[in-house]
């Protein structure tokens, strides 16, 4: 109500003034447009590579060439990028508008920090975005935040080890357990896999099985113990190795230091390969299919503060960023994956041979299991540790203790 009041007041006092104006104005003199007032939108982000930095300043500069009178200011937030925010969050110093990974999307939507974003949407539009990564940003019905590109898993390979093992892509459990025995030769291993459950969640999906239902946890049940045996077993076979027990720091070194023949990882590996193991030829292919497809996407919104000042400007900033014009700059840089349906057929025919990572939207989910996401993945990351290491029996009796973890 206050605000209104002031829009009538200042209403009233424009339509008084002009009225004055146009009294003493002297026959072939012009009144000057009052301009329209600029208004600076901050942008928090985090360090990225110079390619990266490169593409948002571009489509910066793009939106400030056709929204002359928003200035966005770029804010790189250093170090720990989540706790930076939150303590800006509560001195309320945070910037208008900031990158959001799924990840952590629940804690800050269910604090309430971050504004809805419905009522400045065309629904028709929202409809382009890739459905499952609009809901990872979703809560009672309501968008949070406008995902800007993603990434979902692979298998990267080196295309030598296949040709001389005579190995093809492999397509289902049981080729991909072939292929990794086949390669697993001359000080070798067919594959490096992380015990982590960013890696092997996957394979829990495609077995049938699921993570949670809303916050509550659903991971313990036979389905999902059936992927967890499976990844696990081509470690105990000796068809795969974990990064650490190569001397290397993650499955791209292993892969890039030629001592595994496959590893599961995301378009990250693109630019990595490059720098790391230029000499290493390497193809990309989906994850093999268990009893259905399954994958995780990585995916980071644009949110806006409640605390702006500026929500109609801000929201401005957040649509264009991505929009059909910035993500088609996404999809030509090759850097992610747009998140706009209408734009991923730009990305594959520009990168054919990325094909894959596009078409691991099958049956994926975000990287996010609801409320309890932290506590979901602690538990998840200890039973992939006891299972490896034999502290339970299988499968199904570790998910049914980080269920117990967990509080469920």
Known sequence: MKFKRFVATATA?????????????????????????????????????????????????????THPNIKIEKQVITGDYNQALQAKIASKTEPDVYY???????????????????????MEDVKDFEEFL???FKKDGKIYGLPKDFNSLAIFYNKDMFEKAGVKEPTTWAELEEAAKKLTKDGVYGMSLSADA?????????????????????FNTQEAAKGLDFYFSLIKKGYAKQPKDLGEGWNGDALAHKKVAMAIEGGWMIPFMKDAGP?????????????????????VAYAMSVN???????????????????????????LAIPSRKSMEQL????????????????GAQVFQFGANTTKIMDALNKAGEKLLFNKVNDGKAALDEAAKEVGQ
């Open 134 to 136: 609009i809901e990872g």
């Open 347 to 362: 990305y594959t025919e520009k990168y054919p041979e990325r094909t894959s990572l596009v078409e691991g939207t099958k």
């Open 198 to 218: 960013a890696r092997f969640i996957p394979f829990m999906l495609q077995a049938g099985g699921k993570i949670n239902e809303g916050d509550a946890v659903a």
């Open 308 to 334: 702006s000042k500026h929500k109609k400007e801000a929201a401005e900033v957040i649509k264009f960023l991505t929009g059909k014009e910035a993500l088609k700059m996404v999809a030509e840089s090759g």
């Open 100 to 122: 959001l990974d799924v990840f952590q999307a629940p804690a800050y939507i269910s604090k309430g920090v971050v504004e809805p974003l419905d009522s400045y949407l065309d």
């Open 279 to 299: 000499d290493v030829k390497y193809g990309i292919t989906k994850l093999p299919k268990g009893d259905k497809e399954g994958n995780l996407a990585f995916t």
């Open 13 to 65: 006092l424009l339509i008084t003034t002009s009225l004055f104006v146009g009294c003493g104005k002297k026959e072939g003199q012009t009144t000057e447009q009052p301009k329209e007032e600029k208004v600076t939108i901050t942008l928090g982000c985090w360090g990225s590579s110079p390619a990266e930095t490169q593409l948002l300043d571009d489509q910066i500069k793009k939106f400030e060439e």
